[in-house]
């Protein structure tokens, strides 16, 4: 069996979850993490005595010396395209974090040149494969709920995450690009890649700016798709801190002949308070558990490891001569393409207060 030898660009706050995945695929013989790489000096090293990897502060000398079949990229929005390209230019499979860029020109290039090189590029929109999901999928795909006729969305963070996490970063990002991003990718997940068609958008600003970070609290949107439904998608992240989650989620779709909700936050697992938080807590154990192998060695389970390990042993079928168009259904540089230009449109159409056409 093939094993894709790994390179990680980008090793913070959700960085560690693609260490701790190619980490526990060595494990298993399916891939094994080679380099990593951030400009952050103190916590690469950090990193590396933690998942014992080369490690490197400049990608493109990552590229250059380490025999690498993949890189998977965990930078911030707007440095994806440069990596990505350099990946294509060094013969490597690519996976990106959402977004795959910030503009629809960006990820028409990054696309083209993966394409040429012969490379694969993915993007890792994982709620696609959470469990929850996929039953969704599979009842739609049943004809379970007829045609889908109209839907609404919602995916907000506490403050702490723009405010604490990101205050560099997040006034050039926004809760549509963060969040937003993830729900319209799994709306075209579940309606068999419908590609939107006109957007509306209104953006509000106050909490966040009055705190030093200038970006919006909320955005909201609607997309018209090419199978004829309306979606609506609420997004925010300055939720009170005393929110009994990080991330407060769900989605509802109603077709002609039924209707499908699922509250991606609280589902009923497990909730607890204790003296060092503000009130009772949820966790989403779908995304992230931790368990222990019979070695005693830290293994995490969930969709959020899911998606990621769908990237190396689709790179390993490529490795043992199979093709891109053998890979089946996996969220694409295509469908990351689709998802940026309704992003890039809400964007537009706030700064503009028009229905933008796709």
């Known amino acids: 069996m093939a094993q894709a030898r790994i390179g990680i660009v980008g090793l913070g706050t959700f960085g560690i979850n693609h260490l701790r995945c190619f980490r526990q695929l060595g494990y298993q013989g399916v891939a094994k993490l080679v380099a990593g790489c ?28 380490e025999e690498l079949d993949a890189i998977t990229v965990v930078t911030p929005d707007p440095f994806h395209k440069d990596i990505v390209l350099a990946g294509a230019e060094a013969g490597v499979h690519v996976m990106s974090e ?16 993966c394409r040429k090189a012969g490379v694969l590029l993915m993007v890792d929109f994982h709620k696609r494969y959470d469990e929850y999901h996929v039953a969704m999928k599979q009842k739609i795909a049943a004809g379970d709920l007829g045609k889908i006729q109209y839907g609404y969305c919602h995916m907000e963070d506490r403050i ?3 405010r604490d996490w990101f205050p560099n970063w997040a006034p050039h990002s926004s809760p549509a690009w963060f969040l937003g991003i993830h729900f319209v990718d799994l709306t075209r997940f579940l309606m068999g890649g419908a590609k939107g068609t006109a957007v509306w958008a209104s953006g509000m600003k106050g909490k966040l700016s009055s705190l030093g970070v200038d970006t ?50 609280d589902r009923g697992t497990v909730t607890c308070c204790t003296g060092d938080t503000p009130g009772m807590q949820t966790h989403n154990m779908s995304f992230l558990r931790e368990r ?14 899911e998606s990621i390990a769908d990237f190396a042993y689709n790179v390993n079928v490529l490795l043992e001569g199979g093709t891109i ?4 259904d996996y969220p694409s540089g295509e469908d ?3 998802a940026t230009k309704i992003i890039a449109a809400v964007h537009e159409s706030i700064e503009s207060g028009q229905i933008v056409q796709l």
């Open 38 to 65: 951030d400009v952050n000096e103190q916590l690469l090293e950090q990193r590396r005595r933690e998942f014992e990897f080369t490690p490197y502060t400049d990608y493109k000398e990552m590229l250059e010396k």
């Open 292 to 305: 222990y192998d019979k070695q005693g060695r830290q293994i995490f389970q969930g969709y959020g490891m």
């Open 325 to 328: 168009e053998d890979l089946g």
């Open 98 to 113: 959402k977004p795959l860029d910030v503009t629809v020109e960006g990820c028409l290039e990054m696309i083209e040149a």
């Open 336 to 338: 990351g393409l689709e």
């Open 160 to 162: 702490e995450v723009p």
């Open 216 to 265: 919006y609290d909320a955005v909201t949107f609607m997309v018209n798709f090419d199978n004829g439904a309306t979606v609506v998608y609420n997004t925010a992240w300055h939720l009170p801190d005393a929110f009994e989650a990080v991330v407060n989620q769900g989605i509802r779709l109603v077709g002609t002949e039924g209707l499908m909700e699922c509250d991606s936050q």
